[in-house]
């Protein structure tokens, strides 16, 4: 039962409270028929499978019921860092893994 | 029967005798007993047989270590079976029986099996039972009874069980010396402690300790500990707790038996067992260690056990296990049991494998001076006994370890003592997360560093001495409070007296006179009959990894998780390969530490109204008054039918049927989600969601809507009317309102946070009320005066606001059935006034009350989908010939994956309706579709029947499927080969059975009249 911190609400909840989004910051294309069907398939289907830190999306849904992005360690489930939609991650990109 | 209780000491109370049974045979113990203390005071031997072999097993531990003495508990509803009686407090009254053997335990039937016992190696089961594989039922039906394992209870459980949440600053697992010293010095600073421990008492260790503890006895200092904890108002002490999970964020299970040793007398509805959900700061692993027993040729006849055991029956239960005893160790901890047993008027021979004894002199001296006999660098190497050991032979151990040497000796004896080293109780650490490292000198895995906040102490941590358990138990206390924001130090640490050794020499496989695999069986896992043998055959198999010799030998299988044997069956195989025991590593250590029981895990979450919330419409009783079949849709309770005396499910939906498309019908439709969207993005939003076109939709109009997920796939429809320029009210199915809002939230939230558009669930603030049939605009005209229903004032997928019985309504001029049709939507505690006056209403015209079922027929009668029933989430617009909903005009979410090849190509499973040849037979919803049953199997599968009915209506029976190509498959004949063997024959046609030109949903004002 992983202890989970809403960055919105501020306080620590049990995972229960809260849904899995999966891996955060996969932005939808702009253009999607500029894309081919790898490209299309890529965005939709193809996820990164991390042993590490990974960026992943909570919902708060027992509680504000907004969404928010934590880094999670795929290990050892330790959270790095809780952090709103549209900010971005404590950590930069090229040390994501190193921790 | 011998008599093994001594005259005095123990910590049972001799003047509360206790009354039980096994096997039926009446025996007594004494209050503060365990049931294996009192088996083996009542001179009990043999207590199962073992699970392969059905070799006479006696008890070997004190603990959780427990392998053989699996007892069933108790009678009835409330008996628990395979319960290790090492942890059963006795009570009065009890019944025990052994779980496996038959006829009896003293005499099994099945143990001609150990004769055959080299034919049962290994994968003796996988190598024999795999053919025919037809034949495996068969087997498995005699291999599950010749194994044995206890019943279930014959009744519902009679007793409850709970769970309780509880937060703490430092929680210690075990109240043993280094636990109880962890608790001193973190209760001593004012943090938050929880200390719980698997026995009736704390104390572990200390309870049956000789030590002496500032100048007084052990148990005099755990006295005065306890004390001061127990006046700590922010100490919690749970006894008859086991911590049998540590999960993610120091998140730890405990099981608390809080009335498990009542007994049967138990009053039913008492909490039995309660499960404590903890989350502590900080967790302090103080679960002690486990002795390992030594692998030597038939190590395993009864009245062999565990030296630490023997101590603890003599010390903590004044049981005396054996008269002449031999206790053969490898480590110099077991000397104690030699003088404990020695102190009990027991003879006491040595064997110590180690070619000068024990290492601290000391020691020596003292078995010296009692005059036990130390057989220094000789190892048993065969036992002797049927029901019981009584004569072992000791062989001098040559200097390579391999072999043994010189003449036999043998020893009359009715006791063995033996002691292999001490594996700390790494399980806790290890469900953590937490890797453990060997550590050569100690012979032992230790725990490694700690994925989260926690700390192993004491023997937990590989410190075997009392002086050193007790510093290391204050230290970890004061730091783990410290960490928590408390000023906290480990004060002073009390001085032992007491000799203390515990330097080992390894030895995990006995030399004996022949190879392991001539030579008897010696076991490394007595529950599932494990032999040193299994483990060298499994590597002459070719098996290299330890997971893979584990599942293949079934080594630390049992409900014992190996805490016994594991270590020394990984060094055996370690030692086969040529490897360290680093390099073999271990097995994984899973929670539960020990079995929970189904009850504790439940709690009361157990059938009943705790079981699921439910959720009702305001109209709920008055459906409960009409008899009604109830139907559960998400957590919804929806109206199914609603029966006349003597009618079934058919003849009902059948009335329901016709009574709608002939006068009038109404149905609860409340449960449909529903969303309130506001905001100037509202229209763009929905373009973006729905595939079909919103922007354009006039205020006061209705539209379905079609909602795909981004692979293009169906996931929600339900019809949207616009409220106002900005404000929209969307519904969802009655299953999917979460969902789909959290959908919406989601796109919202992340992907376009520029929009300004807001969402409400109000599916719980409208009661809506759906009143179909061509009646029905005569029985909304006579409610209401102040909506003009006529068909240009309040065309189809409009809807107008007006007030009916006083009260404020939003009608809505919508149809899932086909029939012109009105949908009342009124705050939800109005919900009952409103139905009533549509009943009140609606009895000139015969309005009848429809449940989904009826809905789901008279919907299919139209070729309406339901999504989750007619899609699977492989299903796209296109293959439900829905193209009229797909927009040209802009992106929406799944239209790109709607172009990929794979939802382009042309043998797409699509949507049709079947008529099948005989207009009488329904098929099964689910049902395969072939075209040629006669082809060899597997037969190609071309689809699968979604929905089917009778309908009324029509006379003939309607279907629906999804079929391989199916929209240019119109009037193919099909057949769906059933179960039974028959096979139906349907057309394939449209699925829009009746009304196709939808003229009953919107007739002119002189048709209806």
């Known amino acids: ?99 | 029967m011998v008599d093994r209780r001594l005259p005095g000491g123990g910590r049972i109370d001799r003047s509360k005798p206790l009354r039980f049974t096994f096997n039926g045979k009446e025996l007594t113990g004494y209050e503060g007993d365990t049931l294996a203390s009192a088996l083996l005071a009542n001179g009990v031997n043999i207590v199962g047989r073992s699970f392969k072999y059905h070799r006479p097993r006696g008890i070997v531990g004190a603990g959780a270590e427990e392998p053989n003495a699996l007892l069933q508990i108790g009678t009835g509803a409330s008996t628990i079976p395979n319960l290790r009686a090492t942890q059963v407090e006795l009570y009065e009254g009890m019944v025990a029986r052994n779980v496996n053997g038959w006829p009896s335990v003293e005499f099994d039937a099945m143990a001609v099996l150990g004769f055959f016992s080299r034919a049962l190696a290994a994968g003796f089961y996988y190598k024999t039972f795999m053919w025919p594989a037809s034949k495996w039922p068969l087997y498995e039906h005699f291999i599950r009874k010749s194994a044995g394992w206890g019943v279930v209870p014959d009744g519902p459980d009679p007793h409850h069980y709970e769970h309780h949440n509880a937060h703490c600053d430092v929680l210690i697992t075990g109240a043993g010396p280094a636990g109880i010293a962890a608790a001193l010095a973190a209760g001593r600073s004012g943090a938050r402690v929880i200390l719980c421990d698997e026995q009736n008492e704390l104390g572990g260790q200390l309870l049956s300790s000789t030590a002496q503890i500032d100048g007084k006895s052990a148990a005099h200092w755990l006295q005065g500990a306890l004390a001061e904890l127990e006046e700590m108002p922010e100490v919690t002490l749970l006894s008859r707790a086991t911590a049998f999970g540590h999960y993610d964020h120091n998140f730890v299970g405990i099981l608390v038996r809080e009335a498990d040793h009542l007994g049967d007398s138990l009053e039913h509805g008492t909490i039995r067992e309660r499960v404590w959900r903890v989350r502590a700061k900080h967790v302090i692993h103080a679960q002690g260690a486990f002795e390992r027993a030594l692998v030597f040729c038939n190590n395993d006849r009864p009245g062999i056990m565990t030296a630490s055991a023997v101590s603890t029956y003599i010390n903590r239960y004044a049981v005396k296990p054996g008269d002449t005893a031999v206790v053969f160790t490898n480590n110099d901890s077991s000397y104690q049991t030699a003088f404990d047993l020695h102190a009990a008027g027991s003879s006491v021979v040595l064997v110590d494998s180690r070619s000068s004894g024990a290492e601290l002199g000391e020691l020596t001296d003292t078995a010296n001076q009692k005059g036990i006999e130390i057989l220094a660098g000789h190892v048993i190497v065969d036992t002797s006994g049927r029901k019981r050991v009584n004569r072992v032979k000791v062989m001098q151990m040559a200097e390579n370890g391999k072999d043994v040497i010189g003449h036999a000796r043998m020893i009359d004896i009715d006791l063995v003592a033996m002691s292999g080293g001490w594996s700390p109780a790494v399980h806790l650490h290890s469900h953590s997360g937490g890797k453990n490292d060997w550590d050569d000198a100690k012979a032992c895995f230790v725990p490694g560093a700690s994925n989260q906040n926690s700390t192993a102490v004491g023997a937990n941590n590989g410190i075997f001495g009392l002086a050193e358990c007790l510093q290391d138990g204050l230290a970890a206390g004061a730091k783990a409070a410290s960490e928590c924001g408390f000023k906290a130090e480990a004060g002073y640490s009390p001085t032992v007296s007491a000799v203390e050794s515990s330097a080992i020499t390894p030895l995990w496989r006995v030399p004996s006179e022949q190879s392991v695999e001539r030579a008897p069986k010696a076991f490394v896992d007595f529950q599932n009959d494990t032999g040193a043998s299994d483990i060298t055959l499994a590597v002459r198999e070719g098996y290299r990894s330890v997971e893979h010799v584990k599942r293949y030998t079934a080594l630390g299988f049992g409900t014992e998780q190996g805490k016994l044997g594991n270590i020394n069956g990984m060094a055996i195989l370690a030692e086969t390969l040529g490897a360290s025991i680093p390099e073999t590593g271990t097995t994984t250590f899973r929670p539960a530490y020990t079995p929970v029981t189904f009850g504790a895990g439940a709690g009361r979450e157990i059938g009943g109204k705790l079981f699921e919330p439910v959720r009702t419409t305001a109209m709920h009783t008055w459906h409960e008054a009409q008899h009604a079949k109830f139907e559960i849709v998400g957590q919804w309770h929806r109206p199914w039918y609603y029966p006349k005396p003597g009618e079934d499910m058919h003849r009902a939906v059948n009335r329901e049927c016709r009574a709608v498309r002939d006068h009038c019908g109404v149905l609860d439709a409340s449960t449909l989600g529903k969303i309130d969207i506001q905001g100037p993005d509202a229209a763009e939003f929905l373009n973006r969601i729905y595939s079909n076109a919103w922007l354009k939709l006039k205020v006061g109009y209705c539209r379905y809507g079609l909602m795909l997920g981004e692979d293009g796939m169906v996931m929600d429809d339900g019809v949207t009317a616009r409220l106002g320029e900005n404000h929209f009210h969307m519904t969802t199915t009655t299953g999917g309102a979460a969902r789909v809002l959290g959908w919406m939230e989601l796109w919202l939230q992340t992907e376009w946070p520029e929009m300004q558009v807001h969402f409400t669930s109000t599916t719980d603030h409208w009661s809506t009320i759906a009143v179909a049939g061509p009646k029905s605009r005569t029985v909304l005209e006579s409610l209401c005066d102040d909506i003009d229903f006529s068909d240009d004032a309040f065309p189809f997928m409009t809807f107008r606001e007006g007030t009916i019985a006083g009260l404020p309504v939003r009608v809505f001029r919508i149809s899932f059935t086909g029939e012109m049709s009105y949908e009342i939507n009124v705050q939800a505690n109005y919900g009952q006034a409103i139905w009533d006056a549509v009943w009140e209403a609606g009895q000139p015209h015969g309005i009848t009350p429809y449940g989904t079922e009826t809905m789901h027929v008279l919907r299919a009668e139209k070729g309406f989908i339901i999504v989750g029933q007619d899609t699977d989430g492989s299903v796209t617009p296109v293959d439900l010939g829905m193209q009229w909903a797909m927009k040209d005009s802009a992106d929406y979410i799944g239209r790109r994956s709607l172009l990929r090849t794979d939802c382009v190509r042309e043998n797409r499973k699509q949507l049709v309706g079947l008529r099948t040849l005989n207009p009488n037979a329904v098929l099964p919803e689910g049902a395969q579709l072939v075209d040629d049953p006669s082809l060899p199997t597997p037969v190609p599968m071309i689809g699968h029947v979604t929905s089917s009915y009778f309908s009324a209506n029509l006379g003939h029976s309607i279907a629906m499927a999804l079929v391989k190509g199916g929209h240019s498959r119109m009037g193919d004949i099909i057949k769906a080969p059933l179960a039974d063997g028959t096979v139906v024959e349907a057309e394939i046609c449209s699925p829009i059975f009746f009304d196709p030109k939808n003229e009953r949903q919107k007739p002119t004002l002189e048709k209806a009249a």
């Open chain 1, 1 to 99: 039962m992983l202890l989970i911190t809403c960055p919105y609400c501020g306080d620590s909840r049990d995972e229960s409270d809260f849904t899995y989004g999966g891996e955060a910051h996969i932005k939808r294309p702009l253009d999607p028929d500029a894309l081919t069907d790898q490209e299309w398939a890529d965005y939709l289907f193809m996820r990164t499978n991390t042993k590490g830190y990974f960026r992943e999306m909570w919902n708060c849904s027992s509680g504000c019921r907004r969404w928010f992005n934590a880094e999670r360690n795929t290990v050892t489930n330790h959270f790095r860092s809780f952090y709103r939609i549209g900010e971005q991650p404590p950590v930069p990109d090229t040390e994501v893994n190193n921790g």
